[in-house]
């Protein structure tokens, strides 16, 4: 066997060893980790320590699984500190296992409940990087909420998510806002 293909293969055999060591990035949390993370957060928001949320957030976010998802879409609704929120929505938007984001998906799809906007809004751009035409269905779905901080948020995670398929509710949208907008002012004027 040539040199090269002798490294070719120790290189291969290294990474295969390091791949499987690691485990896939959805293998989850262990019951005590999780246990723990949890209370790290807890700790971390009594005490008002914003760099320990955000530690505690991305522990959360490596069990990559809808427990995770519903604790970080609750503490990115409920919280007003910028660092943890864009910590929640980076946690959401880097997590890998397919059955997880198709629970975001659906979380988005079934959180109507006009007290539940913010919970939308946080699912809405936590969306943003993950692929699929189903991920642009429901945040394009979103654009019809009665809320409109929701439906601000739609649109911009449709725009950056640069998906063409986004572009036509949007563009649908935007006729609807102008529609009515003029329909808005006419009833003014006439009250006049």
Not at 42 to 58: I, K, L, P, S
Not at 84 to 101: F, H, I, N, Q, S
Request: glycine share 6%; net charge positive; proline share 4%.
């Amino acid at each position: 066997m040539s040199f090269l293909r002798r490294c070719g293969w120790a290189v291969a055999s290294a990474a295969l060893v390091v791949a499987l060591a690691a485990g896939p990035a959805w293998a989850g949390l262990s019951s005590s980790e999780w246990n723990q993370a949890k209370r790290e957060f807890e700790r971390a928001f009594a005490g008002n320590d914003a760099e320990g949320m955000v530690a505690a957030v991305q522990k959360i976010a490596q069990d990559d699984s809808p427990r995770a998802v519903d604790l970080l879409v609750n503490v990115g609704a409920q919280l007003d500190n910028i660092k943890v929120y864009e910590a929640v929505r980076a946690a959401l938007g880097g997590m890998k296992d397919p059955e997880t984001v198709a629970y975001m998906v659906k979380q988005l799809e079934r959180q109507s409940s006009p007290a539940k906007w913010q919970s939308r809004c946080v699912l809405c751009e936590a969306l943003v990087p993950h692929q699929g035409e189903e991920v642009t269905r429901a945040i394009a779905a979103r654009l019809d909420d009665k809320v409109p901080y929701v439906i601000s948020a739609a649109a911009k995670a449709l725009g950056k998510r640069r998906d063409p398929k986004g572009v036509e509710p949007l563009i649908a949208k935007l006729r609807e806002l102008e529609k009515n907008k003029g329909r808005h002012l006419d009833r003014r004027s006439s009250r006049r």
